[in-house]
């Protein structure tokens, strides 16, 4: 378990820590884990090795993008020497949620249990998006505002143009993997259906007259993640939502999730986040009411 072992850091978003950064990561033989409140897109620009969160484990190589969700741990294992940018930013700077219908990338970049984090980059689209990569970085140190809302544009429009190449490589049809057999799609809608209520994986083999283990080995195959993964990613991210934008009390959000009790949840919810459900939200509500970088 991932969260476990590594520290959590919780930058503050203000102007003394800033809300977005750009950082070189080089790694020769050995592991790279982070775990913070931020968003984060790893571009590997070369290597390869293994990239592991608490819910998937998959291969790396060079000119992928990978992106994790705020509170989302994860690590590099390098088996060969690894070059990679390391994007970091915060919802007080860039809101998924309050953009997404301009950007899209709320459940194609971030957000759904159902896709990998990966987007491989092809050669004709590296250039530009090296360029944006550049342009943010330049901007980044400028504390004026007319450089903030530079920085805001270069990000949106890297974003946009991430969930364009995502949405592009998922509708291509690869000869080594088959297109989703209907049984998965019939999986997905029943987990966005009962996940509040039933959080084992035989409850949905069952229905699907399968085993757990073939139900598994087909998840492993097309999404990278078991179906306890599935469920347990579902309920992490409606959790985080209602402690974020609701006022709902946590024993309520426990019982609307299926969680036996308020303490059962919380130990679930620490596990995968890093934090109590109540420090959690004392956290985010207490940066996100502060520095703003664009109104």
């Given amino acids: 378990m ?9 930058k503050k978003a203000s102007k003394e820590c800033t809300p977005i950064l750009i950082m070189e990561i080089s790694i020769a033989d050995e592991s790279w884990p982070l775990h913070t409140n931020y968003f984060a897109i790893l571009w590997i620009h070369s290597g390869n090795g293994i990239v592991e969160t608490d819910l998937m484990k998959a291969p790396y190589v060079e000119n992928e993008i990978y992106c994790f969700n705020t509170y989302q741990a994860f690590a590099l294992h390098s088996k060969e020497t690894t070059k990679a940018t390391l994007l970091l930013f915060h919802a007080n700077f860039f809101c998924i ?21 990966k987007i491989a980059i092809p050669s ?5 998006l090296r360029t944006l990569f550049q342009n943010i970085k330049s901007e980044i140190n400028e504390m004026e505002l007319a450089s903030n809302e530079l920085v805001f ?25 088959p297109m989703l057999p209907d049984y998965l799609l019939q999986l997905t809608n029943l987990i966005d259906e009962h996940f509040q209520s039933q959080h084992q994986p035989a409850f949905y083999a069952e229905k ?4 757990v283990k073939a139900l598994s080995t087909a998840t492993k195959k097309y999404y990278q993640k078991t179906v306890s993964a599935l469920i347990l990613e579902k309920l992490i991210l409606k959790a985080k939502w209602e402690l974020l934008h609701t006022n709902t009390q946590i024993k309520t959000i426990a019982s609307d999730l299926g969680f036996k009790d308020e303490y059962y949840f919380s130990r679930f919810f620490k596990k995968h986040i890093g934090l109590s459900p109540k420090h959690f939200r004392e956290e985010e509500w207490k940066i996100r009411k502060g520095f703003l970088s664009i109104p």
């Fill in 97 to 117: 949620e309050t953009y997404h219908h301009q950007v899209g990338c709320n459940g194609v970049l971030f957000n759904n249990s159902y896709a990998t984090s």
């Fill in 2 to 10: 991932l969260t476990n072992t590594i520290a959590l850091e919780i």
């Fill in 124 to 128: 004709k689209d590296r250039d530009e």
């Fill in 153 to 177: 544009s270069y990000l949106k429009i890297f974003l946009i143009k991430l969930t364009r190449l995502k949405n592009e490589t998922e509708t291509l049809i690869s000869p080594d993997v």
């Fill in 208 to 211: 699907l007259n399968t085993t």
